[in-house]
Structures are given as C-alpha cells and as structure tokens.
T-cell receptor, first 113, second 111 residues
Framework: DAGVIQSPRHEVTEMGQEVTLRCKPISGHNSLFWYRQTMMRGLELLIYFNNNVPIDDSGMPEDRFSAKMPNASFSTLKIQPSEPRDSAVYFC???????????FGPGTRLTVT | AQSVSQHNHHVILSEAASLELGCNYSYGGTVNLFWYVQYPGQHLQLLLKYFSGDPLVKGIKGFEAEFIKSKFSFNLRKPSVQWSDTAEYFCAVIGTYKYIFGTGTRLKVLA
C-alpha cells in the first residue's frame, strides 16, 4: 500500500483565497483524522471521521474551515477565505479503527500571504 | 476531561546517553497509549503502543516504554541514544474514542 496520500504537498496562496487540501487514506481504514501543526500551537486535531461520518469537529477553528468525506477513499479540508494565521502544516492520518494506531500522510505545507 | 502532559519540551543529550521522556495522562478508564516520533521535515510515525498485557512495551529502534497505571504514566526510554534519534516525540492517549496528543518533546542528540 502507498500509505496515506496528501495533495498538494505545498500550497502558497493569497489571503482571501479558497484552499482545498486532499487526502486519500489507506485502503480498508475506517477512521480519518485531520491535524494542523504549528510551532506555536503544536499538533492540533481538527476533525475526525469514522466510516465517513464526522464524529468530532470540536477542533475546527472557525466556520472558515470545513471538511468532507464523500467516500471511504477521499477526504477534503477546505479553508474559505484563507488568512495568514492559517499558515501551517496540515496532516491527514488514517487508522483501522478509532482506537488504533494512526498512519500519517506527508502533510501539506500551507502558506497564506 | 482527558489530557496528556509531556513535561520536557526540549531535551539535549550527548550520544550514548540514556533517555527518558515523561508522559502523564488524566483519564480514569481504560486507555490505549502510543508514542510517535517525527523526524525533521517528516510526518509522525509510530514508535510503540500499549493496549494491554505486559506493561513494558518494546518498540522500534531500541525504544521502550513502561505503563504504570497507578501513576497514570507512560514514559519513553532508550538506554543509549544516537545522533539519528534527533526528532520530536509525541505521547498519545485514547480513551472513550478521544485521541489526545501531548505537546511533544524536542530531542537533540549531539554527536
């Protein structure tokens, strides 16, 4: 298996633009997690899905952030409109179940100018 | 509420020194425990995990961790670190389907 796949790997955009981050989990995994990592705040869980259903979105910072999982093999994290403080590395992770080890993707480094 | 504490934010060691990174959690029920490592510029990878059984868990690259239920701790150890162990280490706990990561400990090993 190729592991968790994220795209793009790097994204530079201007403030106010819409940003869409994509994730393909490991085949057969039932849980998918979106994280944000910054120097100041460390690793933050934004949202996680189980069997394509959002279970906990309490970490989503505000309404500008939204996440979807239309099927078991694809998820998106959208920021609209983007702001400079959204600059971070966004990781997607998947696991076979909610309480098992997570496999992380390579991350998307987002820079909002 | 569930929480995870990693008390050492930055650790600097010389090669061959012994390592112990602390991890304490607050949750009264059954937990699954994990240590992840993030090498510079890379994503998090699992070092080891504890679900049940022997509280002394051995992971990859010579790392081990001990679960002490009475102390709510899951400390990571390595008897002799190498320069290549320079990385950030995260403790994670899950209970009642809430996955919580600690704030991480940055380890720098001097050659």
């Amino acid at each position: 298996d190729a592991g968790v796949i994220q795209s793009p790997r790097h994204e530079v955009t201007e403030m106010g633009q819409e940003v869409t981050l994509r994730c393909k989990p490991i085949s057969g995994h039932n849980s998918l997690f979106w994280y944000r990592q910054t120097m100041m705040r460390g690793l933050e869980l934004l949202i996680y899905f189980n069997n394509n259903v959002p279970i906990d979105d309490s970490g989503m910072p505000e309404d500008r952030f939204s996440a979807k999982m239309p099927n078991a093999s694809f998820s998106t994290l959208k920021i609209q409109p983007s702001e400079p403080r959204d600059s971070a590395v966004y990781f997607c992770a998947s696991s076979a179940s909610e309480d098992n080890e997570q496999y992380f993707g390579p991350g998307t480094r987002l820079t909002v100018t | 509420a569930q929480s995870v504490s990693q008390h050492n934010h930055h650790v600097i060691l010389s090669e061959a020194a012994s390592l112990e990174l602390g991890c304490n959690y607050s949750y009264g029920g059954t937990v699954n425990l994990f240590w992840y490592v993030q090498y510079p510029g890379q994503h998090l990878q699992l070092l080891l995990k504890y679900f049940s059984g022997d509280p002394l868990v051995k992971g990859i690259k010579g790392f081990e961790a001990e679960f002490i239920k009475s102390k709510f701790s899951f400390n990571l150890r390595k008897p002799s670190v190498q320069w290549s162990d320079t990385a950030e280490y995260f403790c994670a706990v899950i209970g009642t389907y809430k996955y919580i990561f600690g704030t991480g400990t940055r380890l720098k090993v001097l050659a």
